[in-house]
């Protein structure tokens, strides 16, 4: 339970922290990213750490 509780702490600053890097790098006015190659990298990552957040509450639910 210890392990679960520090993953799901630790992918949940690394979303924080890539959800806003994101957040900055988007230009509204021309609907583009300022460093492509970059924000797939981060987007990739983002989503993969927001699948593990959700997994790891699904999991905790059906624990209960």
Known sequence: MEKNKASSFIF???AIIL??????QFDFKTLKFEHT???V????????S????V??????????
């Not at 990298?41 to 993969?48: D, E, G, V």
């Not at 997994?55 to 209960?64: A, E, F, G, I, V």
């Open 12 to 14: 949940g600053i690394i």
């Open 55 to 64: 997994r790891n509450y699904k999991n905790n639910q059906k624990r209960q």
């Open 41 to 48: 990298i981060y987007s990739i990552t983002f989503l993969f």
């Open 37 to 39: 190659g970059l924000a």
């Open 19 to 24: 959800g806003s890097v994101l957040f900055k």
């Open 50 to 53: 927001v699948y593990v957040l």
